[in-house]
């Protein structure tokens, strides 16, 4: 199975700072990344799909970028609905896996 | 699109069950649905997927042998079930339909709570 390693684990953080997120695979997955949101007691929401594209209706403060092995989520000005649990997942080869997830949690 | 899950569940070890995950707004058949596991305070794990219109279905390793994911087309409704339910099966279970061309979930049900107890 591919593993993916997210990092950091957690992360504090203002409003309006601008957050990077980091999702490492153990293999090349090429593009085949995806990064959800989950809120407490809430489903996952999806965020991006081929480690760039914005689902529809994101805000553009999020964005995806990386291919390989590597990729990074990026707020660019975190607004305060956005401390969430975010999380990587790998779609290039079945059984797609998870990140651990990355917490972002109020400075 | 909407994906409905049933109730939630407590059950003691040993027992059966099945619960459900119900589409509407889009042709049933035509998209990869899975289910994802979260245990209580941890991370998301997949357990498989299925495809309605051939009935094509994956299991994740872990799961493998430990669930049953099934599918009935004319109540557009998924299905994953147990034979003998363990404690350590409490957890919250979320179905998902697949994003149309990527193996990415873009419409989720709202979570099947299971909890497992003597």
């Known amino acids: 199975d591919i593993q993916m390693t997210q ?13 990077t997120i980091t999702c490492r695979a153990s293999q090349t997955i090429d593009i085949y ?10 489903a996952p ?4 799909y081929k480690a760039s594209s914005l689902e529809s209706g994101v805000p553009s403060r999020f964005s995806g970028s990386g291919s390989g092995t590597e990729f990074t989520l990026t707020i660019s000005s975190l607004r305060p609905d956005d401390f969430a649990t975010y999380y990587c997942q790998q779609y290039l080869s079945y059984p797609y896996t998870f990140g651990q997830g990355t917490k972002l949690e109020i400075k | 699109v909407q994906l409905v899950q049933s109730g939630t569940e407590v059950k003691k070890p040993g027992e059966s069950l099945k619960i459900s995950c119900q589409a509407s707004g889009y042709k049933f058949s035509s998209y990869w649905i899975g289910w994802v596991r979260q245990m209580p305070g941890k991370g998301l794990e997949w357990m498989g997927i299925i495809y309605p219109g051939d009935f ?13 994911i099934s599918a009935d087309t004319i109540i557009s409704t998924a299905y994953l079930q147990w034979s003998s339910l363990k404690a350590s099966d409490t957890a919250m279970y979320y179905c998902g339909r697949f994003k149309d061309g990527d193996y990415v979930i873009d419409y989720w049900g709202q979570g099947t709570l299971v909890t497992v107890s003597s």
Do not use: H
Not at chain 1, 33 to 42: D, M, R, S, T, V
Not at chain 1, 45 to 48: D, M, P, S
Not at chain 2, 57 to 65: A, D, E
């Open chain 1, 45 to 48: 929401k999806l965020l991006i």
């Open chain 1, 7 to 19: 990092s950091p684990s957690a992360l504090s953080a203002s409003v309006g700072d601008r957050v």
């Open chain 1, 33 to 42: 990344l995806a990064w959800y949101l989950q809120k407490p007691g809430k």
């Open chain 2, 56 to 68: 094509d279905t994956r299991y994740s390793p872990s799961f493998q042998g430990q669930v049953t």
